[in-house]
């Protein structure tokens, strides 16, 4: 009796042994109460590539086959009795994603089976497992790579509607109508917990990926939102050329105005062009969008477009310039406002992510939006907005200073060694310098100190320059150059109060040096763009998991020697699932791995246990409890 | 007398003797225990109704400004401004003469609610009452004896309370501030500036600066601790999530305290005033923070009167000097919210006056210690 099957491709597995009991299939599609008494537990542990998503699925092709009740009623029939000898076989069928390049069907190995059968032990046989994997041919509609649903707007349906509008035929999908909910996006705390580095984007050694880490993910998933961090690098860029074309105590280098219009056209081109690969990743992937949002550093990097516009707006050529409306500066101020009220909320209201755990050099790019909207609307004329948002921005820059030079131990994104990162730190009291100075009409006393202020910072940075070694490169470095560019552009003001020799020198170097930064930094990228192709790679830090899981490879590993134990135990002895569970403590936490990575609806099977026993059914209740993976499975069901 | 004050050391459980004397004796003895658990959080509503007293007052004030929504307010009648007043006063004194009698009676757990971390700044609460009723005021001017000697005699205990509080900040033991902290410590800054700015009115600069240094100088420290939240939501119970407002209270008291004595309201004070704002904003973009708090009818309810008072005053002052539509649309709204707010308030106090009477005393530690003798 084997059921005959075709999909994709999957997997059959056959058990021709005196199996006297009726065998017990779980799956989403069988109600407890179909199944026939006594049914036999059978597990099966599927090693599945590594998100672990194998979905028992039906092909509604070969419905009348693959129907398990059916499958389970078959063999049910033949033999039903304890004394019949006759070969049994069922076949349990598989659907696994389809793999573009048939990594699946490398992975996937062993079947492991455990069967907790009251059998007598003299009828016990051989039970030989075969396991045939067969490749059936792809059917003739395309079908559509579910890995990345979770991370896709509304869960994959807005594609499947654009697939539909363009007319494409749709294999239809049986797991749509289960009602897919995306997955919950972790709490702060998995953020910590799973992640390192400065800029929390590096995977802890004891975490997986909920999508697969060897493969290249789409492009859209893998753009960033610090990709904006380019056009702050660049505009900031277009800024320092035009304070140096047109400050009088620069004069001296005669440097030429249309410098200042290349640098803004660039910076205008590639802001345009970021804004809209990131429109569409709102659009397609909404989900990682939200889990970006809910990172505790890259949160802080949602300011980063409306500060690059302000950039923008600051560096325009003059005859642009003067065009520029009030309204504007309402507009670009707007979206920031909002994200402060809902950032420094979060800090005030002392929840989950108060900022004596979030606290990270980043968050100074929440701070500097304010500064800089206050220097635009004062260089635009107006009066009290310039002055709601510099009040505002120092207050909350007075906090996290103290924070971040506090170095809280119960902070933990703070980075042992130095980081570009920390060059943030010197862009507020730049920038704050600034804005009072074109607030007061006037470079004062309270300019100068943020200006000293910055300086000492800069200083005690560049003079430890030996220790920002051995980072890998990411583009969010682009948003750390911005700092060194405003430092210079306070120091050309600073020299157009106080003119000398020596503030004339210092704000050529400070100059000379934010240029050769970003010089090198475009460099770097264009490598790593075009010789490399690694500029964009797997952002994993939006793709943790909810709760912890154990690795697979590792509960694989002790799968593949606890089977082939079970294998010449079959042959001594009987092992029961309370025998298992109470040998030493790394079966039980095999087990669990097992318990976890089966994609069988396993919390399906306590029910139906409850005809065969309650030690077996609380054992296995706890197993599943223990895994954790209630949800889990209730979700892929 | 004497066997009434030792039967209110003995804990009420004990008392289930079943005589018809004692059953009288409990009775009234539970009453008295009322009036004794009048614990100091109930001067927030005097801190409302003096708020409130002081915002009328500075709302009638003749004003050099002849924009037709300030005409509109001061059409409000005078005599209505004197009856808030005298509620106010009479509240205040009814309650202080309540804690006199709690003093007298149970000393012992006032001590408790001195040394507790939320209890003790409410102590503050009945001299910031005194002196805000003192600015109000109808009938005394600033620069009389009588307003003098009254400012000595309010200011006097706050500046005790600062050195006994703010001392306990850095140098005790287990009551430092970054386990201490909590929004109701706010209540001693604005303390602080509710002195000074009382004493700039008098023309007395040097004191009010120096009120002024104290209380700036710890809002500093305080507004860094508490937006670091070193123990998260926990150093406060989900009932009081009220006094969250107390947060743009006391930059609003700051700029008002540095606009009378810097006799004008300069750029520091118009950011002080905005930076109130912004946190108001922030609170009342978060109305998932009050919900708990909001299920029973409680005296912190009484806690959202007075910030709001705070700013609509601010307010008033930056639209006096700010001669715009926004500033005076601002003024109106944040006026008569304030005004709505404490008028439900007292609707609601006197509906549901059983929900606001103590039930029992929560610093209770009179009975328990005594009975250990």
């Known amino acids: 009796m084997l059921a005959m099957c075709s999909t994709s491709w999957g997997m059959r597995v056959l058990l021709p042994e005196r199996m006297e009991n009726r065998v017990h299939i779980s799956s989403k599609r069988v109600l407890p109460e179909e199944l026939p008494r006594d049914a036999e537990h059978i597990v099966t542990e599927l090693e599945t590539a590594a998100e672990g998503d194998a979905i028992i699925g039906n092909d509604s092709e070969s419905s009348s086959v693959l129907d398990p009740v059916s499958a389970v009623k078959k063999p049910a029939a033949l033999s039903p009795t304890l004394e019949d000898q006759r070969n049994q076989s069922c076949s349990l069928f598989f659907s696994l994603p389809a793999s573009p390049s048939g990594l699946h069907l490398e992975q996937v190995k062993k079947v492991i089976m455990f069967s907790d059968n009251k059998v007598e032990q003299s009828e016990s046989t051989s039970r030989s497992l075969r396991i045939i994997t067969t490749t059936t041919a792809r059917s003739e509609y395309c079908q559509r790579d579910k890995t990345y649903d979770s991370f896709k707007t509304w869960s994959g349906r807005l594609e499947k509607q654009i697939s539909n509008l363009r007319g494409k035929p749709q294999e239809p999908d049986l797991e749509a109508n289960n009602g897919y909910e995306a997955a919950a996006i972790p709490a702060v705390e998995r953020y910590f917990d799973a992640l390192e580095g400065p800029e929390l984007d590096t995977l802890k050694e004891s975490e997986v990926s909920v999508l697969p880490e060897d493969k290249k993910w789409p492009f859209l998933l893998r753009f960033p939102i610090s990709s904006f961090g380019m056009c702050l690098g660049i505009s900031s860029q277009a800024i320092l050329w035009k304070t140096l074309a047109t400050s009088p105590s620069t004069s001296f280098l005669r440097v030429s105005p249309s410098i200042n219009l290349l640098l803004w056209c660039i910076s205008l081109a590639l802001m345009a062009t970021i804004s809209f690969i990131y429109s569409f990743k709102i659009v397609f992937y909404f989900e990682a969008v939200r889990r970006e949002y809910c990172h505790p550093v890259r949160v802080n990097f949602f300011f980063a477009p409306w500060i690059a516009c302000l950039f923008l707006a600051l560096g325009a050529p003059p005859p642009v310039a003067v065009k520029l409306r009030a309204t504007l500066w309402y507009a670009l101020m707007a979206p920031i406002f909002c994200l402060e009220l809902k950032i420094y909320g979060q800090w005030m209201s002392g929840g989950q992510r108060r900022l004596s755990k979030v606290a990270n050099p980043s968050n100074h790019l929440s701070i500097v939006g304010n500064f800089v909207g206050a220097l635009l609307g004062a260089s635009m004329g107006l009066k009290e907005g310039p002055l709601f948002f510099f009040a505002i921005g120092l207050a909350h820059y007075i906090v996290l200073f103290v924070t971040l030079y506090q170095r809280l131990p119960t902070s933990e994104t703070l980075p042992k060694e130095l980081h570009p990162v920390f060059f943030l730190f010197v862009a507020a009291p730049s920038v704050a310098c600034m804005a009072w100075a074109k607030i007061r009409g006037e470079f004062d006393l309270g300019s100068k100190i943020g200006y000293f202020i910055a300086l000492f910072l800069y200083l005690s940075l560049a003079v430890r320059i030996n220790f920002f070694r051995g980072f890998r490169f990411s583009l969010a470095w682009w948003a750390y150059t911005f700092p060194m560019t405003g430092a210079s552009v306070a120091a050309i003001r600073y020299s157009m109060e106080v003119t000398n020799v020596l503030t004339q020198a210092l704000s050529v170097g400070l100059s000379a040096i934010s240029t050769f930064t970003v010089t090198a930094l475009l460099v770097t990228t264009i490598l790593h763009a075009f010789v490399l192709h690694d500029l964009f790679p797997n952002d994993i830090s939006i793709a943790i998991t909810q709760k912890k899981k154990p690795k697979l490879n590792k509960i694989l590993a002790h799968l593949r020697s606890f089977g082939s134990d079970i294998k010449d135990a079959d042959n001594s002895k009987e092992v029961t699932p309370d025998e298992a569970a109470s040998d030493d403590v790394d079966d039980n936490v095999r087990w669990r791995g097992a318990a976890e990575a089966a994609a069988l609806g396993v919390a399906s099977l306590p029910r139906a246990a409850a005809t065969q026993g309650a030690a077996t059914a609380s054992w296995w209740q706890q197993c599943v409890d223990d895994a954790g993976i209630g949800e889990e499975v209730g979700k892929m069901t | ?373």
């Not at chain 2, 005699?153 to 501030?177: C, E, M, N, R, S």
């Not at chain 2, 944040?334 to 006056?353: E, G």
Request: with cysteine.
């Open chain 2, 1 to 373: 007398m004497e066997t009434a004050a030792v039967e209110l050391q003995i804990p009420r459980q004990i008392q289930v003797l079943p005589t018809d004397d004692h059953v009288a004796a409990v009775k009234s003895k539970s009453r008295l225990s009322m009036l004794t658990c009048f614990h100091a959080g109930y001067f927030r509503i005097s801190l409302s109704l003096c708020g409130q007293a002081l915002l009328w007052k500075t709302l009638i004030e003749p004003t050099t400004d002849a924009h037709a929504l300030r005409a509109v307010v001061r059409c409000l009648p005078s005599a209505a401004f004197l009856l808030l007043w005298s509620v106010a006063f009479l509240t205040l004194l009814a309650l202080c003469l309540l804690y006199l009698v709690r003093c007298v009676l149970c000393f012992r757990s006032v001590r408790a609610e001195f040394a507790h971390h939320v209890g003790m700044n409410y102590i503050f609460a009945p001299w910031i009452s005194w002196l805000l009723l003192l600015q109000s005021a109808p009938f005394l001017r600033p620069n009389t004896r009588g307003y003098l000697l009254l400012w000595w005699l309010f200011a006097l205990p706050i500046l005790a309370l600062d050195v006994k509080v703010y001392g306990q900040w850095f140098t005790q033991g287990k009551k430092f501030l970054s386990m201490v902290a909590n929004p109701t410590s706010q209540i001693t800054v604005i303390g602080n500036l509710v002195g000074a700015r009382a004493a700039a009115e008098m023309g007395w600069r040097e004191s009010a600066v120096c009120m002024f240094s104290l209380g700036i100088a710890h809002y500093l420290v305080l507004f860094v601790t508490l937006y670091q939240r070193f123990l998260g939501s926990d150093s406060l119970p989900s009932m009081l999530r009220p006094v969250f407002f107390l947060f743009f209270a006391a930059p609003s008291m700051a700029s008002l305290a540095w606009a009378s004595i810097s006799s004008s309201f300069d750029t520091c004070c118009k950011m002080l005033f905005f930076l109130s704002l912004f946190l108001f904003a922030s609170l009342v973009c978060r109305p998932a923070l009050f919900k708990r708090s909001m299920r029973r009818f409680s005296v912190a309810w009484w806690a959202y009167s007075f910030p709001l008072s705070v700013l609509a005053l601010a307010a008033t002052e930056y639209a006096q000097v700010v001669k715009g539509a926004v500033a005076n649309v601002l003024m109106l709204i944040l006026a008569v919210l304030s005004v709505v707010v404490t008028l439900l308030l007292m609707v609601f106090t006197a509906i549901r006056t059983g929900d606001l009477l103590p039930h029992d005393d929560p610093f209770i530690l009179c009975s328990f210690d005594s009975n250990l003798h």
